[in-house]
């Protein structure tokens, strides 16, 4: 190598250099252009990386916020859960941590959602004591150097777009630091809107039209049998929904009549333990009505004079968010005699003898 | 050979297996009217009933009314009505006294029935009874009386061709009863016993009935009087008069209902419960006659009774043809005893029950599964309110008539599960609305029961992803995908469209798919297809079947979808549209529903329609051409979730109802 560079030398002086000087500096400047690339590529590969702070999170989905725009302020947030129900407060968990020598001042993060997006309501649940909401925004106390902060916030969604199933969003932080003005965008993760699933349970003697579709007393008489007409309805917007089933118990002294109408799915009745279901295995949007009609038939007993007798009892829901693939399910109130409605029979359910 | 035979015997036991659509109604009414004459209006309201029966006298002076009732009712039976034993003075109104006069012509003087002492006996105002027995002189002819009767009937009113029988009253089992005995058969001033009475004159009735049958053997032969087995032989069928007959049977219910239901369990099956009331609002007397009468399998007649058998009365009960029996008479306070006795007695019948309280006091029942419609009737309103009921109180020697609750429409395709009322053309409610549902298919699955195949069984066609599904008996025999891959639903209806005595397959796209009627036979094979609107519409069109022109092919009728106008289309055979209107404001957008048929009962079809989503509940009918006739809301007016409609004579009474559908309640 020494003896190459020495060759190449001799040759280059005996040809460039002798004659010309500015060979030789043109030269100089050259390695020293070279030398100096090589040392950029160095240092960028070899420098130390931004600080990223991964807090120790075992059950929730996780989002990790960086900063795009130099600033010492890190954040860490953490949503609980990405599937959302539109009106209902949910959780995000979030950690700060001044990262550089300077004091943060004047800290305020506010949540950023596409303009069709609202937010009717950020609380401080957890009330960490550095942080206030004010104006749907956060306001912090300042941060000193190497000082991590965290807090749980509530956030609730109130109105999306018809069809909008899906939310992008980010937090916004706006902060001072060493003289300084910064701005930093945190994306998180997309949030998704449950779908909005109401189980309707009714109870009728005269439907909301009119038509008569009860038979016997009313009010019902001690001795006497009184029909009532009980309606589950799979009231639905937002997402199509699978494996829904509604289950309730007919109480003693109802039993079920013969007669039923279903816009969809299958109804059981297992007589021995008087239980009812009703399942759809899919229930699409936009698909028509989701509904089970059935007659039951009330005996009222001695004991059941001067009461509203109920008529359905245990009656409990589940179905999965196709989208989401959230599991939802609930209990409902049980129906009664008292038909509230029944705008013809409502208030006339107490037995009489 | 062999083979041929085995299948045509095959065939033989086959048929009667088959459930037919051709049900005997119920009730069978008979109108025991005894006019001499009759007006054109009582021509007119008399073809109402199944049954008439007439004086003969009718045929002389008022035959064209005779004719005009069979033209207006052609299943209807007519029969003459004569006497067996008595003759009107042929002077009583004698300008109407034809056929009395020429018959008292002839009356030889030996013919009348006197007492020991010669006087000619009376068994009724202006009338004197005739010696039916053997004993009896001969006229002029050698003829005793009861051969001459006979030939009288046979050569002077069945032959006119007018009637279908006759009807003989007065007859006796006996004549040891009348005038206390005080008979001389012979005249010849000595009595005879009782027993000698009663034998002869027996047998002189049967003389009577027997020439009867041998001169018209093909006529229907109706008596009334005093029943004895003996004459049934000769005889299609007995009236019990004045119900419960106070001389049949001891006069009482159950005696009578005896006599009655062994009278009408037999073969012959003309029998007749006329019931006599004190008025035409005499309504608890007329449940029980009728009621009782259901018990059994005779016609029914109420009238003021013997002294006045020439009534008119048409009762809410009689608008509901209750259909074939379906069982015998039970007793529901003793429910496997079968013997006729005062109870509280229940028939059931395909389209109802009917229900008779016999006790002295009120009987309550409670159905314990069952739901029955009473009668939404305009007279008796506190018993016909119809109210849906599960348990019923019938009051002391009541009846009442129930309707079964539909479950399902015929003739007219709808949405299982969606829930109808029902119209007259007038818009009024006839009966409780109801579920259309049927548990063996799909909620929401588009399904029409009907006799595509005229097996005199209705078969289903229905509709499920694309597939239209044709079953008889419960065995698919036909499914096809009308529109290829086309899953979405789409209308169906059915009618001879090509006028091949054959019915045809008509489909119309529902939503999502073009404005494509496709017409099949019942195989499957496509006969035609057109679009009734513009190819690129997608809100699918409404199809209804009906001939309208009355060219012995059905016109199909469209309607178009969700998002065009409301347009109304009619096509024949071959897909050229010949009718095209507006069914409602041109800019309603909801689309309109359509269903074809005579919902008025003037012989023409009608066009019905219904407003789609968005629109008023307003059903409109429209005439063969397309021309408005009338109209109704068939819901509150700010009911905008659309109305679907179908036609199907629910109460069996040959003119169609309105149904208006609704998804939900």
Same mark, same amino acid.
């Given at each position: 190598?020494?003896?190459?560079?020495?060759?190449?030398?001799?040759?280059?002086? *005996?040809?460039?250099?002798?004659?010309?000087?500015?060979? @030789? /500096?043109?030269?100089? &400047?050259?390695?020293?252009? +070279?030398?100096?690339?090589?040392?950029?590529?160095?240092?960028?590969?070899?420098?130390?990386?931004?600080q990223v702070n991964i807090a120790p999170i075992d059950h929730v989905v996780?989002?990790?916020?960086?900063?795009?725009?130099?600033?010492?302020?890190?954040?860490?947030?953490?949503?609980?859960?990405s599937n959302i129900y539109l009106g209902q407060a949910f959780n995000l968990k979030i950690s700060l941590e001044n990262s550089g020598n300077s004091e943060i001042k004047n800290l305020q993060i506010t949540p950023q959602l596409s303009s069709s997006f609202t937010i009717s309501k950020i609380e401080?649940?957890?009330? *960490?004591?550095?942080?206030?909401?004010?104006?749907?925004? @956060? /306001?912090?106390?300042? &941060?000193?150097?190497?000082? +991590?902060?965290?807090?749980?916030?509530?956030l609730t969604i109130k109105d999306v777009p018809n069809s909008a199933r899906n939310i992008s969003w980010a937090l916004k932080a706006k902060y001072q630091e060493a003289g300084s003005d910064y701005i930093n965008d945190f994306s998180l993760k997309d949030l998704k809107i449950i779908t909005n699933l109401k189980i309707k349970t009714e109870a009728y003697y005269n439907s909301p039209l009119g038509d008569q579709l009860g038979s016997g007393p009313v009010p019902p008489i001690l001795g006497f049998p009184t029909n009532y007409w009980i309606f589950f309805e799979v009231d639905?917007?937002?997402?199509?929904?699978?494996?829904?089933?509604?289950?309730?118990?007919?109480?003693?002294?109802?039993?079920?009549?013969?007669?039923?109408?279903?816009?969809?799915?299958?109804?059981?009745?297992?007589?021995?333990?008087?239980?009812?279901?009703?399942?759809?295995?899919?229930?699409?949007?936009?698909?028509?009505?989701?509904?089970?009609?059935?007659?039951?038939?009330?005996m009222a007993t001695a004991n059941q004079v001067n009461t509203n007798p109920l008529l359905v009892s245990n009656i409990s829901y589940l179905a999965t968010d196709a989208y989401t693939g959230e599991k939802l399910s609930g209990s409902l109130t049980p129906l009664d005699t008292s038909l509230p409605l029944d705008t013809i029979n409502r208030g006339q359910g107490i037995v009489v003898k | 050979m062999k083979k041929i035979a085995f299948i045509l015997i095959i065939f033989c036991f086959l048929i009667p297996t088959l459930p037919s659509l051709a049900s005997e109604k119920n009730p069978k009414l008979v109108n025991y009217f005894l006019h001499w004459s009759i007006t054109e209006s009582e021509a007119r309201e008399m073809a109402k009933w199944d049954f008439l029966v007439l004086d003969m006298e009718v045929q002389e002076n008022s035959p064209s009314e005779l004719r005009l009732i069979r033209q207006l009712n052609p299943k209807i039976k007519i029969i003459a009505y004569i006497s067996s034993q008595n003759l009107f003075n042929p002077d009583f109104n004698s300008n109407e006294s034809v056929l009395r006069k020429k018959l008292a012509q002839n009356i030889d003087d030996s013919w009348w029935l006197r007492d020991d002492r010669g006087n000619r006996l009376s068994d009724w105002p202006s009338a004197y009874v005739l010696n039916v027995t053997d004993s009896c002189g001969k006229n002029y002819n050698g003829q005793k009386f009861n051969e001459y009767l006979p030939e009288f009937v046979a050569g002077n009113i069945l032959n006119t061709g007018l009637w279908d029988g006759v009807f003989y009253d007065n007859v006796w089992n006996g004549a040891s009863w009348f005038n206390a005995g005080n008979i001389s058969l012979t005249n010849n001033g000595l009595r005879n016993s009782g027993n000698d009475l009663d034998v002869a004159w027996k047998n002189g009735v049967k003389k009577i009935l027997s020439k009867t049958r041998n001169l018209l053997p093909q006529k229907i032969v109706v008596a009334n009087g005093s029943f004895i087995w003996d004459y049934q032989n000769y005889l299609n069928g007995w009236m019990l008069e004045n119900f419960p007959t106070p001389w049949e049977n001891g006069g009482t219910w159950t005696g009578v209902i005896q006599s009655y239901l062994k009278l009408s369990n037999n073969s012959q099956n003309y029998h007749i419960v006329n019931a006599s009331a004190t008025g035409p609002n005499d309504y608890v007397r007329f449940r029980y006659s009728l009621a009782s009468t259901l018990l059994g399998n005779g016609y029914f007649s109420f009238d003021y009774g013997p002294e006045n058998h020439a009534q008119l009365w048409w009762y809410d009960e009689y608008n509901n043809d209750l259909g074939d029996y379906?069982?015998?008479?039970?007793?529901?306070?003793?429910?496997?005893?079968?013997?006729?006795?005062?109870?509280?007695?229940?028939?059931?019948?395909?389209?109802?029950?009917?229900?008779?309280?016999?006790?002295?006091?009120?009987q309550r029942y409670i159905f314990v599964k069952e739901e029955f419609d009473k009668i939404r009737g305009t007279q008796d309103t506190k018993i016909n309110n119809g109210q849906k009921i599960n348990w019923i109180s019938v009051a002391p020697r009541d009846g009442i008539i129930l309707l079964k609750r539909p479950t399902v429409i015929r003739d007219s395709w709808f949405v299982n599960g969606n829930f109808f009322r029902i119209f007259n053309s007038s818009g009024s409610q006839i009966r409780n609305g109801f579920f259309a549902y049927v548990d063996k298919y799909q909620g929401s699955q588009p399904l029409l029961f009907h006799d595509l195949l005229s097996r005199g069984s209705e078969q289903i066609l229905s509709v499920s992803k694309g597939y239209l599904t044709l079953t008889?008996?419960?065995?698919?025999?036909?499914?096809?995908?009308?529109?290829?891959?086309?899953?979405?639903?789409?209308?169906?209806?059915?009618?001879?469209?090509?006028?091949?005595?054959?019915?045809?397959?008509?489909?119309?796209?529902?939503?999502?798919?073009?404005?494509?009627?496709?017409?099949?036979?019942?195989?499957?094979k496509i006969k035609t297809s057109f679009f009734a609107y513009d190819k690129k519409f997608r809100g699918g069109v409404n199809v209804a079947v009906g001939d309208l022109n009355g060219d012995g092919k059905a016109e199909i009728v469209t309607g178009a979808g969700p998002g065009g106008g409301p347009h109304v289309r009619v096509f024949d055979s071959k897909g050229n549209a010949i009718i095209n209107f507006m069914a409602y404001d041109k800019n309603f957008s909801g689309g309109v529903n359509v269903a074809v048929g005579d919902v008025d009962g003037d012989g023409l079809q009608e066009i019905v329609t219904g407003a789609g989503q968005g629109g008023g509940p307003q059903v409109r009918i429209f005439n063969n051409l397309g021309i408005p006739k009338t109209s109704f809301m068939a819901y509150d007016l700010n009911y905008r979730s659309g109305i679907f409609v179908a036609l199907s004579d629910i109460n069996n009474d040959g003119v169609m109802e309105i149904l208006t559908g609704i998804s939900g309640f």
């Open positions: 190598m020494h003896k190459a560079l020495k060759k190449w030398w001799k040759l280059r002086h *005996a040809k460039h250099y002798v004659n010309n000087h500015w060979h @030789l /500096i043109a030269d100089i &400047l050259l390695l020293f252009i +070279i030398l100096g690339l090589v040392a950029s590529l160095i240092i960028i590969k070899y420098s130390p990386a931004p996780k989002d990790i916020a960086t900063s795009t725009i130099p600033g010492s302020l890190l954040i860490n947030s953490e949503l609980v859960k401080n649940v957890n009330a *960490a004591s550095f942080v206030k909401v004010v104006g749907g925004k @956060l /306001i912090l106390e300042n &941060l000193a150097p190497g000082e +991590i902060q965290e807090a749980d916030i509530w639905n917007s937002g997402n199509d929904l699978s494996g829904v089933s509604v289950n309730a118990k007919l109480p003693e002294g109802i039993t079920l009549a013969n007669r039923k109408t279903l816009s969809a799915g299958e109804f059981n009745y297992d007589e021995s333990q008087k239980r009812l279901s009703w399942t759809i295995k899919s229930a699409p949007l936009n698909n028509g009505l989701y509904q089970v009609g059935f007659e039951v038939q009330l | 379906q069982t015998d008479a039970y007793n529901l306070l003793d429910k496997t005893n079968s013997t006729i006795k005062p109870g509280l007695w229940r028939r059931d019948y395909t389209n109802g029950i009917a229900i008779v309280n016999s006790t002295d006091k009120e008889s008996a419960g065995k698919q025999i036909l499914s096809f995908r009308p529109y290829g891959a086309f899953k979405g639903s789409f209308a169906i209806a059915a009618g001879d469209v090509s006028g091949d005595s054959r019915e045809e397959i008509v489909t119309g796209a529902g939503l999502g798919g073009g404005p494509q009627v496709m017409v099949y036979d019942s195989s499957g």
